[in-house]
Every structure is written in structure tokens, then in C-alpha cells.
């Protein structure tokens, strides 16, 4: 089962369920009684040529993966249903009802970047994240590699960021350019220049360019997010499987065009 596992799932451990952790408001709902939690990452981290032209955030370029995600994870349910025929599996990805980084980093996957995304010693930040529930009680696995990690002090992300959202205590999402480039809301002037300043129609790299953790990032992303990546967003771009597809060709050309006022 592992070894079937570990072909769906590149970097994995398991947790038991953790109730203290606060639930966040969601449709999805968890399974009675829930005793374990596989928690994963996936690395959508491409080969330089593919970003040629890029205006929106690297994880932005590759299929949606909310999709190539939810379709690795059922099928790691069936191959744990198989093993575990009694029990119940339900996986999520972007919209679990836990927080999904302090997840991560509560089963030992990596940790908490002061620009709130999960670093793995593998693949540095450049993860997403998904996670099986389940009524079974699966024996507790951590990676010794990323139980070793931390932070750092060098503050660059907060230095580099160009909207402050990470200068405070907390990350400041309503200032988070990404944030910002998603709202249906016009940004402000200001806001408006800093994304054509960074040639972005979607998203903000920044904070994780400048990590030392992603330096030596492995490159080794789903062969599933290297068929089909489209690096730069265009009035024409088709955006049916796309992770932006949500927000609507309308704000996604509001965007474009502001691009075009450089």
C-alpha cells in the first residue's frame, strides 16, 4: 500500500487528528469521528523555459490543481480502501475546514514561512497542499527532514514585499498583492502600478523568490502540471482548467488590461 502510496503522493505523513486545531468555515464537511490525517504536498515547480512571458504566479502556470490534486488524492483513498474497507476516507484541497499549513506543519511536513506558505526542505514553498481524513487509525509517520527545518531570521520576504502585507505581527492578506489581483474590487492606483511594476496579471512570486529555501528548490513537478502549462494571461487564454477560471474572464481582462497601461 505505501509503495502505491508514495507514486500519488511525492512528499506525505500522517498525523492523528488534531481537535484542538480550530475549524474553519466551509460546505465541505469532515467524517464522523475522524481519527487520522494524511497531509501532502505537490510540487508545481517548473523548468525555467516554461515561464517565458510570465505574468501571473507560478502556480498559476501549471493545470488547475485543485483538480490534478483532488484526482491524486481519490485515488490514494481507493488504494487505502482496499486496505481499509471499514472505514471512511475524504479528501480536500484549498477548501478544507482545517487550516491547511498549520496542518502541514503539525505533522511534521515542514514549516511556516514568515510569508505564511508551508516550506518543505525538498521543494522549498513551491507546494501545494491536500489532505485525507479519515476514520482509521493510521500509523503516525513524519519526514525527519522537514521535522528539522525553521524559518530563519533574514526577514527577506518581509523586505522585498512590495504592499508590506508581511511587515506586521501577522500577514496582512487584505494588502497582499495576490489577494489584491484576485478581489473583484479595482485595485488602488497605487496597487494597480505595483502589479504592472511586477508585470503581474495574477499573483506575487516575491515573497518566495527571495527565500533562501527555494534556491535549491528540486525541480520535479507532476507530470500532470507539465502538460498544458500556460505561463502568460491574455485576453484569448482559454481558462477552463485554469486555477484562476473561478474569478471570471471579466476581472481576469480587467487585469490584462491594466498590464497594458505601462
Not at 471512511?88 to 499549513?101: A, I, R, T
Request: glycine letters at 4%; proline letters at 7%.
Amino acid at each position: 500500500m505505501q509503495d502505491r502510496l508514495n507514486e500519488l503522493l511525492p512528499l506525505w505523513t500522517v498525523c492523528d487528528f488534531p481537535y484542538d486545531m480550530p475549524f474553519l468555515p466551509t460546505r465541505k464537511t469532515l467524517p464522523q469521528n475522524p481519527r487520522s490525517v494524511i497531509v501532502a504536498a505537490f510540487p508545481y515547480l517548473l523548468p525555467e523555459e516554461y515561464y517565458a512571458n510570465r505574468n501571473i504566479a507560478r502556480y498559476a502556470v501549471v493545470r488547475d490543481y485543485h483538480q490534478v490534486v483532488a484526482a491524486r488524492l481519490e485515488q490514494a483513498c481507493v488504494v487505502l480502501r482496499e486496505s481499509y474497507p471499514n472505514d471512511e476516507f475524504v479528501h480536500y484541497c484549498d477548501h478544507s475546514p482545517l487550516p491547511e499549513v498549520a496542518l502541514a506543519e503539525h505533522a511534521g511536513l515542514g514549516v511556516r514561512g514568515r510569508h505564511n506558505l508551508l516550506i518543505t526542505e525538498e521543494y522549498g514553498s513551491w507546494v501545494v497542499l491536500g489532505e485525507i481524513v479519515t476514520t482509521a487509525q493510521l500509523p503516525i509517520m513524519q519526514n525527519a527532514k522537514c521535522l528539522m527545518l525553521n524559518c530563519g531570521d533574514c526577514n527577506r520576504c518581509i523586505k522585498a514585499c512590495p504592499a508590506n502585507a508581511l511587515g506586521g505581527e501577522q500577514f496582512d492578506r487584505t494588502q497582499c498583492l495576490s489577494y489584491i489581483s484576485q478581489r473583484k474590487e479595482p485595485p488602488s492606483d497605487t496597487a494597480a502600478a505595483q502589479l504592472r511594476a511586477m508585470h503581474s496579471a495574477w499573483g506575487c512570486d516575491i515573497c518566495q523568490q527571495v527565500c533562501p529555501h527555494n534556491r535549491k528548490a528540486k525541480i520535479a513537478p507532476l507530470p500532470e502540471f507539465l502538460q498544458g502549462a500556460i505561463a502568460q494571461l491574455t485576453h484569448t487564454t482559454p481558462i477552463e482548467d485554469r486555477a484562476y477560471a473561478w474569478r471570471g474572464q471579466k476581472i481576469l481582462g480587467r487585469n490584462v488590461d491594466n498590464l497594458q497601461e505601462e
